[in-house]
């Protein structure tokens, strides 16, 4: 997550694992620093999301701490939407793909 007002950036990375408690703070930052958080999030194909407001609330927690409970709801929200987007992405994905009952038997044989 990011915010950037004038040039001054801020970045903050969460960590979830199916089975926590609650995500964790794993990195933050401001200026460079938010700007190199957000380089490697999208060098990995994470989603960088911009929220002023959230990303001030997470700046306050320590790194390697869980989110306060405060913050479950607009956090569950988020991580909730992106799992909607991977399952959509991953539909379309195996969609296009073929099902080898389609194939016909004699393509490619020698």
Not at 48 to 76: C, F, G, K, T, W
Not at 78 to 106: C, F, M, V
């Amino acid at each position: 997550m990011m915010t950037e007002s004038e040039s001054y950036l801020t970045a903050v990375a969460l960590a979830y694992r199916e089975g926590q408690i609650a995500p964790k703070v794993v990195a933050k930052g401001r200026g460079l620093i938010a700007q190199e958080i957000i380089k490697r999030a999208k060098e990995a194909g994470i989603y960088v999301h911009e929220s002023s407001e959230l990303v001030s609330l997470l700046m306050q927690v320590n790194l390697d701490e869980r989110i306060p409970p405060q913050l479950y709801i607009a956090v569950a929200e988020l991580l909730a939407w992106l799992y909607h987007l991977d399952q959509e992405r991953a539909k379309r994905l195996t969609k296009g793909s073929l099902n080898p009952k389609t194939i016909p038997k004699n393509l490619g044989s020698n």
